[in-house]
């Protein structure tokens, strides 16, 4: 039983993953409202990933 949750919760972290973009600019709208047109500012070469891979797996946790 705990192999198949890991295998869904993996499989809904890929679509997760995916539609990390969206989740994003979902999250991200009312802060776009007050700041107007300013883009994020990712201090680390890797940080961008890293905040679309949590998201992701935030999301795949969710679903």
């Known amino acids: 039983m705990l192999i198949i949750s890991l295998i869904a919760w993996a499989l809904a ?3 997760g993953f ?3 973009q969206w989740t994003l600019g ?7 409202k007050v700041i ?3 883009k994020l500012i990712y201090p680390g070469p890797v940080d961008a990933f890293l905040l679309f ?3 992701g797996i ?3 946790f969710v679903l």
């Open 18 to 20: 995916a539609i990390s």
């Open 26 to 32: 979902i999250l991200l709208g009312p802060v776009h």
């Open 53 to 55: 891979f949590k998201i």
């Open 13 to 15: 972290t890929v679509i």
């Open 58 to 60: 935030f999301t795949g």
């Open 36 to 38: 107007g047109g300013q």
